[in-house]
């Protein structure tokens, strides 16, 4: 098993920035992906990035060039640097981990852009 605790949401006027934080502790060990998801009110999870362990990354183009996902693998702990936020990026955002064919969640934490 892994768990997943995130931390950083809140509430931030556009064109401010947010960093979240997701600590994974259990059965880290071959962890192959770490990312986030987001959840608006009435719409699907969607990916919004995530990175490989051994480097590689890919972002929801809706981020592209605002948000930056980092690994520390010495700390176990992924981050999300969300910059120029907009009203539009409000939403539950989850921290996700795949381990083999297994996919594990945090519990999630709100970030809320106003206008």
């Not at 987001?38 to 480097?55: D, F, I, Y």
């Not at 009203?87 to 996919?103: I, K, L, M, V």
């Amino acid at each position: 098993q892994v768990q997943l605790v995130e931390s950083g949401g809140g509430l931030v006027q556009a064109g401010g920035s947010l960093r979240l934080s997701c600590v994974a502790s259990g059965s880290i060990r071959d962890i192959n992906a770490m990312g986030w998801y987001r959840q608006a009110p009435g719409k699907q999870r969607e990916l919004v990035a995530r990175v490989t362990s051994v480097g590689e990354t890919n972002y929801a183009d809706s981020v592209k060039g605002r948000f930056t996902i980092s690994r520390d693998n010495a700390k176990n702990t992924v981050y999300l640097q969300m910059n120029s936020l907009k009203p539009e990026d409000t939403a539950f955002y989850y921290c996700h981990a795949r381990r083999y064919w297994s996919d594990y969640w945090g519990q999630g934490t709100q970030v809320t852009v106003s206008a």
